[in-house]
């Protein structure tokens, strides 16, 4: 909150902290804001560290990774040999905007596509419900076997 600096900016300089300042080797994630514009839309801008992408679900359904911004993990070392990526997205009134760890589509015999596509597939299907049971029904239908922990976050923008 308190640096103003484009998202790649701010991951790039976290990842040049990260080895003086822990023993944590490799590390993923996303770094958003979200901002009202004077015409009260909603902007969401990014950097993806290697994680798993953001989902944008719509009012009427319809579900779409947010894949631009992505980037090499924290931590690998190689900062000096690659530029990270900012990315810009509207956010469409009533939209929600699923941020989610990878323990949400990994699951035993399947693969990460998979478990990606059960998430769009369930988030689509969800997406009339109110917020709270939306995300209480898409966390028991996506992580059916609670194999891994899972953390959740999602925002839904006013109609």
């Known amino acids: ?17 990260i080895q003086p300042l822990t023993d944590v080797t490799m590390a993923t994630l996303v770094f958003a804001r979200l901002a009202q514009s004077a015409d009260n839309a909603w902007q969401l801008t990014w950097t993806n560290a290697g994680h798993p992408p953001p989902l944008l679900v719509t009012r009427e359904g319809l579900a779409n990774y947010l894949t631009d911004g992505h980037g090499l993990l924290l931590g690998t070392g190689l900062r000096q040999h690659t530029t990270r990526a900012d990315a810009t997205a509207q956010l469409p009134p009533g939209s929600t905007l699923i941020l989610y760890t990878d323990g949400l589509i990994e699951t035993p015999g399947s693969s990460l596509d998979d478990g990606m596509e059960r998430l769009r597939q369930h988030a689509a299907a969800l997406a009339h419900r109110p917020l709270t049971s939306f995300t209480d029904e898409l966390l028991r239908r996506a992580h059916p076997t609670g194999h891994d922990d899972v953390a959740l976050l999602a925002v839904r923008t006013p109609r």
């Open 1 to 17: 909150w308190s640096q103003q600096h484009p998202a790649s900016r701010v991951v790039t300089r976290l990842d040049e902290a």
